[in-house]
């Protein structure tokens, strides 16, 4: 499985911006997708997920603020974030895991806040 994400950029305090990232391959069934995000000196963390159901779930510093979607026929997960905070500046990372636990990772995206 290959995710390949996009979106991001810089954006001022209190403004929108949207991510995407799409799954690719062959034969891959997918239990789950999600955004993680790295900030510099910070450990990675959980953002948003969302499982084939459509249950979803967020960091508790982004609910209110951030919605995740997924397209499934097109094997893509959304993340739609507004009134953006300067603590939100990270690397995002689009995550995947398969009903077998397999863990995929796409490219980090540059998300940046600041006026």
């Known amino acids: 499985v290959q995710l390949q994400a996009s979106g991001g950029g810089l954006v001022q305090p209190g403004g929108s911006l949207s991510l995407s990232c799409a799954a690719s391959?062959?034969?891959?069934?997918?239990?789950?997708m999600g955004w993680y995000r790295q900030a510099p000196g910070k450990q990675r963390e959980l953002v948003a997920g969302i499982v084939a159901g459509g249950s979803t779930n967020y960091a508790d510093s982004v609910k209110g603020r951030f919605t995740i979607s997924r397209d499934r026929a097109r094997n893509t997960v959304y993340l739609q974030m507004n009134d953006l905070k300067p603590e939100d500046t990270a690397a995002y990372y689009c995550?995947?895991?398969?009903?077998?636990?397999?863990?995929?990772w796409g490219q980090g995206t540059l998300v940046t806040v600041s006026s």
């Open positions: 995550h995947a895991v398969n009903w077998g636990d397999d863990n995929y």
């Open positions: 391959g062959s034969g891959f069934n997918l239990k789950a």
